[in-house]
Nanobody, 118 residues
Framework: QVQLVESGGGLVQPGGSLRLSCAASGSIFSITTMGWYRQAPGKQRELVADITTGGRTTYADSVKGRVTISRDNVNTLYLQMTSLRPEDTAVYYC?????????????WGQGTQVTVST
């Protein structure tokens, strides 16, 4: 089992910045890829960015150049967001894949609200 707890969301003005954190606990040794997803009201949950254990990153086109995903060597995932836009408003979820051969498990955090507004 893996538990994920996000923090760092809040209200920010357009053009501002936020840094989200996700702390993993439990069977963290089994975690492979970690990522951030978001879900805006009335929309499907979508990938924002993810990062493998080897450090390879993937970004959604809508956030490229404005967002940086990173992870430390222990148990924390980060999402640095800059030049925020109103359309970035959503609940942001931390995601982790854990591999215990032959099974792969997917875990989600509870989400943290990001609101970009004047």
């Amino acid at each position: 089992q893996v538990q994920l707890v996000e923090s760092g969301g809040g209200l920010v003005q357009p053009g501002g910045s936020l840094r989200l954190s996700c702390a993993a606990s439990g069977s963290i040794f089994s975690i492979t890829t970690m990522g951030w997803y978001r879900q805006a009201p009335g929309k499907q949950r979508e990938l924002v960015a993810d990062i493998t254990t080897g450090g390879r990153t993937t970004y959604a086109d809508s956030v490229k150049g404005r967002v940086t995903i990173s992870r430390d060597n222990v148990n924390t995932l980060y999402l640095q967001m800059t030049s925020l836009r109103p359309e970035d408003t959503a609940v942001y979820y931390c995601n982790a894949e854990a591999v215990v051969p032959p099974m792969t498990y997917t875990y989600w955090g509870q989400g943290t609200q990001v609101t970009v507004s004047t």
